[in-house]
């Protein structure tokens, strides 16, 4: 019987097929997707008033063979993921297929992460903002959904969800609250974000504004192929929080808490392409993402080495905030976004790779500890049966040599005191022959060398 089963059968609750299905999952692979991005032949153009204009057509430089398959048109390389989402139709696809299995995961206890990484303009922030407006459908609109807040999480016991956005400025090397202006104090502790701030969400119409006012805070500018290209990296965490009802305080211990997190990376980007000015403060930020997602990939391959001895979090702000998604604590899915335009063959396929070598990590998820859900009747019982079966007490020792010494006459202490100060003489004479004996040694060692 598995300890998952074993557990809940200690509880008395049913088992159910789909506690068996989440126990399997709990150890496997990092979860590999590719996203290819309506393809539309355009070039850039110079001037910032239009970032695009038409040209001939040309035909893309990648083909979706399969589901899971994607290859380069102008060679025979292939890579193959978990799945492969190709088009206008990947949105609504990811979301039934990726993001919503993680979020039934985050309703068990596990942390589930998406990580959006891909060139500069080939659709992560879309793409993010896309999941995000699903969540929050599913979370208020949707009564029949598995993630309503209308469906309660267990007897005796309430449900409040809230939402942290945090800025990762790579040129800057330093995290920036996006929901609280002018705060510096977040900090990493076990692998994880903390001092940021976390806003609840009451309604949908809420959360949509609290999270658009945090997107306005995020770092932008404005290039030849990105409009609106992000200069950072930012990290979007969705906190489920179960608490005994009645409750108001969401840090206590007997708290349970999961996390749906999406992290939309910065694009890897290069100078020529995006034509920003040499020196620049534009250029200096893209090398430092292009800095930050190289020690990601580093990472990334350390994960999946099994040789591997060190794994260098922290080599960059960015792979010290998500040590604890990628070190195992919670289900990992990476979302490789693709640019099917010949021109960036070459970035596609560098994105490509990353993701390939992605999905070699491997990682066992941990579930949140439940709440305690027994009555005071139930834990006085259990109780009663523990003490039934405990053994007869034993007894310390040193409180038994202490309360006969208590008991013997005082002569019998004096000898006690007179043998212990014998021993003490005789230790310390072998504690002079052995410095004697020493400096002896030493001394006839020394003697050769100096001739």
């Given at each position: 019987m598995s300890n998952l089963t074993q557990s809940l059968a200690g509880r008395k609750q049913k088992i159910t097929k789909a506690d068996l299905t989440m126990e399997k999952r709990h150890s496997c692979k990092v979860c590999a997707v590719a996203v290819v991005a309506p393809y539309t032949a355009h070039a850039a153009a110079n001037t910032p008033s239009s970032h695009v204009r038409d040209i001939a057509p040309t035909a893309p430089c990648v083909e979706v063979c399969k589901k899971s398959v994607i290859k380069m048109a102008s060679k025979e390389t292939s890579w193959t993921f978990d799945s492969v989402f190709k088009g206008t139709e990947n949105q609504e696809s990811l979301w039934t297929d990726i993001a919503q299995p993680g979020l039934h995961q985050v309703m068990q206890g596990v942390d589930s992460t998406l990580i959006h990484y891909g060139q500069t303009g080939s659709g992560k922030t879309y793409t993010t903002k896309k999941i995000i407006t699903h969540f929050l459908e599913n979370l208020f609109t949707s009564s029949d959904s598995p993630i309503s807040v209308n469906f309660s999480a267990c007897q005796g016991s309430e449900v409040v969800w809230k939402v942290s956005m945090v800025e990762v400025y790579s040129y800057a090397r330093a995290y920036k609250d996006l929901l609280r202006l002018n705060n510096n104090g977040i900090t990493i502790k076990q692998g994880r974000l903390h001092g940021a701030t976390e806003s609840k969400m009451a309604s949908e119409s809420e959360a949509m504004a609290i999270i658009a006012a945090g997107l306005d805070r995020r770092t932008t500018a404005s290039h030849k192929m990105n409009a609106s290209s992000s200069r950072s990296h930012l990290i979007i965490s969705f906190h489920r929080?179960?608490?005994?009802?009645?409750?108001?305080?969401?840090?206590?211990?007997?708290?349970?808490?999961?996390?749906?997190?999406?992290v939309d990376l910065a694009g890897s980007e290069k100078r020529q392409k995006t034509g920003v000015a040499k020196d620049s403060l534009m250029e200096k930020e893209g090398t430092a993402i292009n800095q930050s997602l190289t020690v990601l990939g580093r990472v990334c391959a350390q994960l999946g080495d099994p040789k591997r001895s060190h794994i260098a979090y922290r080599d960059d702000h960015l792979t010290r905030a998500l040590q604890s998604s990628m070190s195992g604590k919670g289900q990992l899915t990476l979302i490789a976004h693709v640019n099917p335009d010949p021109s960036h063959a070459a970035e596609t396929a560098e994105t490509l790779n990353f993701a390939k070598q992605a999905s070699l990590m491997r990682a066992k998820t941990v579930a949140a500890a439940e709440p305690m859900k027994q009555s005071r009747a139930e834990l006085e019982q259990d109780n009663l049966a523990l003490k039934q079966r405990a053994p007869e007490p034993r007894v310390n020792p040193l409180e038994a040599q202490t309360a006969q010494s208590d008991e013997q006459p005082d002569e019998d202490v004096d000898a006690m005191q007179q043998e212990f100060q014998a021993c003490l003489q005789r230790t310390r004479a072998l504690q002079r022959s052995f410095t004697r004996n020493l400096n002896v040694a030493l001394k006839n060692l020394r003697a050769p060398l100096r001739q």
């Open positions: 929080i179960v608490r005994p009802s009645g409750t108001t305080d969401t840090a206590a211990t007997n708290n349970r808490t999961s996390s749906f997190t999406l």
